[in-house]
């Protein structure tokens, strides 16, 4: 009886889903249980691209931020997508602002056709909020104009190669942005940097030259393909 008024009064972990007390995680605000906040206390990684030396991701995906990225990837504005956006601002700001750049763009890695028809894409909508925090402006500067096969099972190379080319500036917007402005490029997970090096290099082509790229997590060094 006693676990069943638990089960019914106890709130459970937006990461885990276990019925547990939670705790709040310092800096970030997201309640967790215990056993998750230690997982969730961000640290800043940079892996640099061939395309992009300033490459940062926050987290390795693994335990809790996989279970946290995993729901908010299919539930549009619920507490799992508001928890991956306070622990996305919590480390991506502060190292933003370290660029002291007198003008920042945010965009993001663009959506495949499949999230574009569910009209729900998690890195659009932590960029939106990104550049509302910063005071900067949001831009969706590239579209995807082509699909391409499946990531998933491809080493480095065979990826590289898979989005080659699959990125196309939106002209439309060029005329409201400066090409000395710092464009941050945000994903939500990065693998080999596959996607967010096309975005960069989509980027130079058209003549921005200082780009960042941040995604929340990467994949563990063990499953890169690197």
């Known amino acids: 009886m006693s676990s069943l008024i638990d089960a019914l009064l106890m709130p459970s972990c937006c990461a885990c889903g276990q019925v547990a007390p939670l705790v709040v995680v310092p800096n970030v605000g997201v309640r967790v249980c215990e056993a998750c906040a230690l997982e969730l206390s961000p640290t800043v990684i940079q892996v640099s691209l061939r395309e992009c030396q300033r490459r940062y991701a926050f987290f ?6 996989m279970s946290l990225l995993s729901r908010a990837k299919d539930e549009a504005f619920g507490s ?3 928890a991956v956006q306070s622990l996305f601002m919590a480390a991506a700001i502060p190292l933003i602002r370290k660029e002291k750049a007198a003008e920042v763009i ?8 499949r999230r574009s028809i569910v009209g729900w894409y998690l ?8 550049a509302k925090k910063l005071n900067a402006k949001y831009a969706p500067l590239l579209r995807r104009k082509k699909q391409v096969g499946r990531q ?13 080319g699959c990125f196309a ?3 439309f917007l060029m005329r ?4 000395d402005s710092l464009v941050v490029v945000v994903d939500d997970v990065s693998t080999t940097g596959a996607s967010l090096g096309e975005a960069v290099r989509c980027l130079r082509q058209i003549g921005y030259t200082n780009v960042m ?3 929340l997590a990467i994949s563990p060094l063990r499953s890169r393909g690197c």
Not at 106 to 113: C, I, K
Not at 156 to 161: L, N, P, S, V
Request: glycine share 6%; hydrophobic share 30%.
């Open 60 to 65: 390795e995906y693994d335990g809790s931020v």
């Open 80 to 82: 799992h997508y508001y």
């Open 106 to 113: 945010v965009t993001q890695v663009p959506s495949s056709l």
């Open 123 to 130: 890195p659009s909508a932590i960029a939106r909020h990104l």
């Open 152 to 164: 998933s099972g491809l080493g480095a190379i065979e990826r590289r190669t898979n989005v080659h």
């Open 169 to 171: 500036p939106r002209r």
């Open 176 to 179: 409201n942005v400066t090409k």
């Open 213 to 215: 790229a941040i995604s």
